[in-house]
């Protein structure tokens, strides 16, 4: 009797079956702008990335380590952007929309996958960076197609058991609402919010899994780029200290917008910010950033321009 009770409390307890994301509900007139320019922000993410991947793929000057892990940031791209977008537009043009929880989980568990990945994906391009200019002589042994193939697997799996480990911890919560999220996606924390399970020990299962996540990545990045800083500083001539820091400048540029808005969303308590402004940043990393990473590779490189004129001569 006691077993069928709990069974009982846990299927009145868990009686959240959609949410309703709020999105930024309170546009008015700028509506309409603002759909307009996500929808052509949406495009041109996917076609810039798309077109870098398509360049890779019919270039032969394309075929180094570097541009294969640039692809893999495209895809990352293409699937946040893919992810988030289209609920986004639907929340602006009707100002929110529903979700089931079931679909909610699922889009956070895209979004963790492809975030966790390009976090990982970026320090081996550093490291790749690193080899290129502090050890030129090692480098074509070292990052050879064999290791950047495995380590593209490995970051993938990476990606996916954290994923898993946050989706396991999750089906393990009771949901009893509220059914709101005021957010334009779902998020840990919000759906963390909707359940009425004590989920002290799943935050401190999130900061440990979050920290390893995001910091071993962002420690490799910081050492590979003091050796790199150090050896160009011993570089005698300008034009090669130019040289050497170009091949590396994208990267950098790259790392430093996508690590300075998650340091600013998840580092910094909630309290510290308002609503609207965690939105902003949210939509900088989910919507902006994949838009503006292949225009950085692309407009500053010249093999990629090279490669892109060939192909409209075709």
């Not at 001539?237 to 590396?248: I, L, M, Q, V, Y």
């Amino acid at each position: 009797m006691e077993i069928q009770q709990e069974k009982a409390e846990a299927i009145l307890m868990n009686n959240v079956t959609s949410v309703n994301l709020l999105g930024f509900s309170n546009l008015q007139s700028f509506k309409i702008p603002f759909f307009s320019l996500l929808v052509i922000i949406y495009c041109a993410t996917i076609s810039g990335n798309l077109l870098i991947m398509t360049l890779y793929l019919v270039s032969k000057t394309l075929q180094s380590p570097m541009y294969f892990f640039i692809t893999q940031l495209s895809l990352c791209d293409i699937l946040v952007t893919t992810d988030i977008v289209p609920t986004l537009l639907l929340t602006v043009l009707y100002g929110g929309s529903t979700m089931t929880l079931i679909g909610c989980i699922i889009q956070f568990s895209f979004f963790t996958v492809s975030g966790s990945s390009e976090c990982f994906l970026l320090s081996v391009m550093s490291y790749d960076r690193y080899l290129a200019i502090c050890n030129p002589l090692r480098y074509n042994s070292i990052m050879n197609h064999k290791f950047c193939v495995m380590s593209i697997n490995v970051i993938w799996l990476v990606g996916f058991i954290v994923m898993l480990m946050y989706v396991i911890a999750v089906f393990r919560l009771y949901f009893c609402g509220p059914h709101i999220i005021d957010h334009f996606y779902c998020d840990l924390e919000p759906i963390l919010q909707l359940s009425c399970s004590d989920t002290s020990i799943i935050h401190k299962q999130i900061f440990i899994i979050g920290a390893l996540n995001g910091l071993c990545p962002f420690i490799i990045i910081v050492m590979s780029y003091v050796y790199i800083v150090i050896t160009i500083l011993k570089i005698p001539s300008n034009t090669g200290r130019h040289k050497a820091f170009s091949t590396c400048s994208s990267h950098l540029i790259v790392v430093s917008i996508l690590y300075g808005t998650l340091i600013i969303v998840y580092m910094f308590p909630t309290e510290g910010h308002s609503l609207i402004l965690s939105k902003i940043l949210s939509l900088s990393y989910t919507v902006v950033t994949p838009l503006l990473n292949p225009i950085i590779y692309t407009l500053r490189n010249k093999d990629f321009k090279e490669a892109f004129h060939k192909l409209k001569l075709v």
